[in-house]
């Protein structure tokens, strides 16, 4: 169990540029979750995915913002036009339901800076 | 809806004193309460998690319990190392039929020799 892995771990791009963001579950985790977490606070829920299937998007999540899980398995999370408001760390996370309980195991993140 | 209300900080305490670090919850439904723990420069740990009423959990010298009478989960622990120090997330698990985790606003603790 090699725990959630996310790439970039930092990311530094202009304002107006689009930026990519991949992670990769916990493998036979089914659900995978993204979170914005910014300085001094809990994160917050983006965006869940159950399979390939996004089931659930908060209000947070923008036009400009687009998640894609292709194949039930790695997602990929993309910013169109950053602002310098997007600056934050991104957070993945991905569970396997089991007997009721549902627990998100968190990968490391990526720091996102806009200039 | 759902929400989190956690101590501010940040805390400091001298090496091996006591840690509370409380946390109430609102909640729809009955969810499972989890504590996160953040070490500088990381991502998320899951410290511990209860699922049901006055289930406790525990992990590395740390305990909670799911009180809902009180609807709070505080973070206890009884000698504190310099290892402790880092920020600690409530958190409230999926209700109410929506999947997303609701986190507090963290507590810092620093542990100082």
């Known amino acids: 169990d090699t725990g959630v892995s996310q790439d970039p771990r930092h990311k530094i791009t202009k304002r107006g540029q689009n930026v990519t963001f991949r992670c990769d579950p916990i493998?036979?985790?089914?659900?995978l979750y993204w979170y914005r977490q910014t300085l001094g606070q809990g994160p917050e829920f983006l965006t869940y995915?159950?399979?390939?299937?996004?089931?659930?998007k908060s209000r947070l999540l923008s036009d400009r913002f687009s998640a894609e899980r292709p194949k039930g398995s790695f997602s990929t999370l993309e910013i169109q036009r950053t602002e310098q408001g997007d600056s934050a760390m991104y957070l993945c996370?991905?569970?396997?339901?089991?007997?009721?309980?549902?627990?998100?195991?968190f990968g490391p993140g990526t720091r996102l800076t806009v200039l | 809806g759902d929400s989190v209300t956690q101590m501010e900080g940040p805390v400091t305490l001298s090496e091996e004193a006591f840690l509370t670090i409380n946390c109430t919850y609102t909640?729809?439904?009955?969810?499972?309460l989890f504590w996160y723990v953040q070490y500088p420069g990381e991502g998320l740990q899951l410290l511990l998690k209860?699922?049901?009423?006055?289930d406790k959990g525990s992990n590395k010298g740390f305990e909670a319990t799911y009180r809902k009478e009180t609807t709070s989960f505080h973070l206890e622990k009884g000698s504190v190392q310099v290892s402790d120090s880092a920020v600690y997330f409530c958190?409230?698990?999926?209700?109410?039929?929506?999947?997303?985790?609701?986190f507090g606003t963290g507590t810092k603790l620093q542990v100082i020799p």
């Open positions: 209860a699922t049901k009423a006055d």
């Open positions: 909640a729809t439904g009955y969810p499972s």
């Open positions: 995915f159950q399979n390939e299937a996004q089931l659930e």
């Open positions: 958190a409230l698990g999926p209700s109410g039929g929506y999947q997303k985790v609701t």
């Open positions: 996370a991905s569970s396997l339901p089991d007997r009721g309980t549902d627990t998100q195991y």
């Open positions: 493998s036979e985790h089914n659900r």
